[in-house]
């Protein structure tokens, strides 16, 4: 069904734009009269071709970098709550195109609407729900497409749906733990560097040129003061660009596979932040691959989503691995045990399961004790952290209080 993109005027004389699916112009028109919405301009929109060469290099060029990125938190909780709405409303019994029509009327997300207009129009021409959201790969990931496409093949689509949504809320939730734990650790930190700098080029240069104009010796502390905030005033950008280049740098290094892995590797051997990182890794491991799984799809192909979603180089080399051993034949749990990678209750567990035939509820556990492990281990985190950084933010006040102090002593016992 062909899309129109319209300008019109509502009631009070307010203009407004969108777009509406019609078989033509005359019956859009009449459509969204009948909502006492007068049309004043109304185009077709052929596809996504069409579109493009009436854009101009600006607005193709986003287009391009969205279809072509990994989904975005914002389209993550746009997404995830009409998952949710679309398994309900086709476990009630309500048609596929219906329930995207519905889903269409209730987004408020100019971009989501017309990419929900998108996949119905490619759904009522015959192609199927999972071909068309692999279509936007900027919305719908790897992972969501394969189980969708899984639901249609068991007939279990609205299921299929429910639990996504679920694991996406799972997966919103771990996330938000985490940068929750970290957000007060860095905060103190940005404000302790704040509160250095202006210390190092405001205040410490004007008392020291106090200092050094009455002709004395300057003691050691205070002359290493006076050139670190010398530093601090005519070399600032310096620190900057260096911060810069140093960021630039591993960043490529961390999109290159050795880079990558090399950094993984030593992340996961930090104390305390190590921990946390892998216990987050695992969680996201099993919850991922419990739910694929449950989904109807095949061990292989799981592994093969769940390797590009755990987020560490060092358990996605350890889920491709567990994967090549099964295609040749061995069980899931010994590979996982030998990897190395995971701790050994993961491993152990996941054998019972696979003998007790109910490996999908296992992982959902193991997964639900990690969580709760995350809490503790982020609690952990920030209680170390908390006072490492005030006993370092102490030292550097105190070195520049001492090192103030001590010439003013010293000029006092002359006196």
């Known amino acids: 069904m062909p899309i129109f ?13 969108g777009v509406v699916d019609a078989d033509t112009a005359r019956e859009a028109r009449s459509r969204l009269r009948r909502e006492n919405i007068l049309v004043s301009d109304i185009q077709e929109v052929r596809g996504r071709r069409r579109r493009m060469k009436s854009d101009n290099w600006v607005t193709r060029l986003k287009r391009l970098r969205q279809e072509s990125a990994t989904p975005t938190n914002g389209n993550i909780e746009i997404v995830a709550a009409a998952t949710r709405q679309m398994g309900t409303l086709l476990g009630a019994g309500i048609p596929l195109t219906e329930t995207l029509k519905a889903i269409i009327e209730q987004t408020q997300d100019k971009r989501a609407e017309r990419m929900f207009r998108e996949i119905r129009e490619r759904v009522t021409q015959g192609t199927s729900l999972a071909d068309a959201l692999a279509e936007h790969p900027g919305w719908f990931n790897e992972l969501y497409v394969n189980m969708v496409r899984a639901g249609q093949a068991t007939g279990n689509l609205d299921i299929v749906l429910s639990r996504l949504a679920d694991y996406m809320q799972k997966q919103r939730t771990l996330r938000r733990k985490v940068v929750s734990s970290l957000t007060y650790p860095v905060m103190m930190i940005a404000i302790g560097m704040i509160v250095v700098s202006i210390l190092m080029t405001v205040v410490v240069p004007k008392i020291t040129a106090m200092l050094m104009d009455s002709g004395q010796t300057l003691p050691g502390p205070t002359r290493v003061l006076v050139a670190v905030s010398n530093g601090f005033k005519d070399y600032w950008w310096l620190g900057l660009l260096t911060l810069g280049a140093i960021s630039f740098i591993l960043e490529r290094i961390y999109k290159t596979n050795g880079g990558r892995l090399f950094i993984d ?6 104390p305390v932040v190590g921990d946390l990182l892998r216990k987050q890794a695992v969680a996201r491991f099993t919850h991922t691959f419990s739910t694929l799984l449950q ?15 755990v987020g560490n180089r060092v358990i996605a080399d350890a889920t491709a691995m567990i994967r090549t051993r099964i ?8 590979p996982l045990k030998a990897s190395g990678a995971f701790p050994p209750v993961v491993g152990y567990m996941v054998s019972v399961g696979e003998q007790s035939g109910e490996i999908e509820k296992m992982l959902d556990r193991i997964g639900a ?17 908390e006072p490492i950084m005030i006993v370092f933010l102490a030292v550097v006040v105190g070195y ?4 103030i102090v001590l010439p003013i002593l010293k000029v006092g016992q002359i006196q």
């Not at 590797?265 to 930090?270: G, H, P, V």
């Not at 295609?327 to 010994?334: C, M, Q, R, V």
């Open 5 to 17: 993109e319209y300008k019109a005027y509502v009631s009070g004389g307010a203009v407004r734009t």
């Open 265 to 270: 590797t030593n992340l996961l051997r930090i």
């Open 295 to 309: 989904s109807g799809v095949p061990a292989v192909a799981s592994l093969e989503i769940t390797r590009n979603v």
């Open 327 to 334: 295609l040749e034949g061995t069980d899931i749990s010994t």
């Open 369 to 385: 004790a990690y969580d709760e492990e995350i809490d503790v281990a982020t609690e952990r985190m920030t209680s170390v952290l």
């Open 400 to 403: 520049i209080v001492v090192s």
